[in-house]
Structures are given as C-alpha cells and as structure tokens.
C-alpha cells in the first residue's frame, strides 16, 4: 500500500487567496509529481522533482509553484488563487536509481485535493 | 513522440460481462506499460504493469498483455462487478523523456449496472 498524503482533501476558497496543497510520502522516493486532472479526468503533468532542490516544469503549464526542501515534502502554491484553477490536483512519487520489483517508472498516487475557488 | 489512445468511454455492462478496455500506443525504445484505476473520489492505483514484450500483467481479475507487434495493452476481465466502477488509465514509460515520467491515456470510464 502506498504511503502518499494529500491535505486537504477539498478546498472551497475565494478568488485572489493564497493556497498550498500539501504532499507527503514516506517511501523515501526521489521523484515527485504534481498532475492537475480536468472533469473529463485527463490527467495534465504540471510539475515534477527529482529530489531535494529540484523542480522541473511538466507538460501543461500552471501558474502555480512548487518547492523540494525535504525528500518526503512537495507542496504546491498558488500566489492568487482564480476559478479557472479549480480541479483535481493529484500528487505522486515514484523511485530512482536501481531497480526493485517494480519498473522504476511505478507511481504511487495520493488521494487528491479537490479545489474550487469562487 | 510517444503517446497512448485508450477507448473512449464511458463503458457500461451489465454484473457478470467480459470486459475489454482498448489501448494502443507509439513509443520508440523498450517502455513499461501500466493500468491504473481511479475509484470515485480518490486518486489512481495501479492495477497491473508489464515491462517486456509478452509480459501478461494480472490483478484482481484484470489482465493485460504486452503485444509489441500490434503495439497493444488491452485491458480484459472475464466477469465485472460493480466494484469495478472506475475510471481506468493506460500509460506507458516515456524512454526517451524525463525517467520516471509516464504518459498517460486519457482514461476510461466504466459503469457497471447489477
């Protein structure tokens, strides 16, 4: 069982507040991911971490940022939240480095945050 | 560049039906493939994988197997629930990409009626 947490799990705010989401994982795993999933539930790769200090920009664009100051941590900010944000934001960590059981690229997924801003 | 189509849904069957999700997809090199599933109002799982051509990949009834030569990973299950209500993701590795990244399909949904 994976061991990813998300907080909160829903989030109703108004426009122009500031946010973070919350991401924690206590597998030790180096890389870390932020997808954003619209309600035709595809999910967009927003950002992604291959350890501490490292942020790397994902396939869709955010106006979001992230940060990496400790292995188990990876929480999302937005500077001023608008309704056009408002979605499903999953957080997810994977391995690096020498293979185990699972094909490296396995991804252990967190509950989500469901976020509506008004 | 590499990419996943996966059938769109949504899927609805009766308690009991076979079940077949298609996916097919473009990669160059050797990538992993995967099926994830998302439960209502949680995030994804991952339900089985396979990293060569030939692996069957098999989980709680599901399976799936890695078919180079018509670049395939079709999801089956010979008898749903309706447990199995979700929405179901194909992805693969991206070998020429960032490691670790996985592209995803753009997801499945199945409603299974008792």
């Known amino acids: 069982e994976a061991d990813i947490y998300q907080t909160p799990r829903y989030l109703v705010i108004g426009t122009g507040k500031k946010i973070t989401l919350e991401c924690s994982q206590t597998?030790?795993?180096?890389?870390m991911y932020w997808y954003q999933q619209d309600p035709g539930m595809e999910l967009h790769l927003i950002h992604y971490s291959y350890g501490v200090n490292s942020t790397e920009k994902g396939d869709l664009s955010s106006e979001s940022t992230v940060s990496r100051i400790r292995t188990e941590h990876f929480p999302l900010t937005l500077e001023s939240a608008r309704p056009s944000h408002t979605s499903q934001y999953l957080c997810?960590?994977?391995?690096?480095?020498?293979?185990?059981?699972?094909?490296?690229?396995?991804?252990?997924f967190g509950p989500g945050t469901r976020l509506t801003v008004l | 560049g590499n990419s996943v189509t996966q059938m769109e849904g949504p899927v609805t069957l009766s308690e009991e039906a076979f079940l077949t999700i298609n996916c097919t997809y473009t990669?160059?090199?050797?990538?992993?493939l995967f099926w994830y599933v998302q439960y209502p109002g949680e995030g994804l799982q991952l339900l089985l994988k396979?990293?060569?051509?030939?692996d069957k990949g098999s989980n709680k009834g599901f399976e799936a197997t890695y078919r180079k030569e018509t670049t395939s990973f079709h999801l089956e299950k010979g008898s749903v629930q309706v447990s199995d209500s979700a929405v179901y993701f194909c992805a693969l590795s991206d070998p020429g990409g960032s490691q670790g990244n996985l592209i995803f399909g753009k997801g499945t949904k199945l409603s299974v009626k008792p």
């Open positions: 396979a990293t060569k051509a030939d």
């Open positions: 997810a960590s994977s391995e690096l480095g020498v293979a185990t059981e699972s094909p490296l690229e396995t991804q252990y």
């Open positions: 597998m030790g795993h180096d890389k």
């Open positions: 990669a160059t090199g050797y990538p992993s």
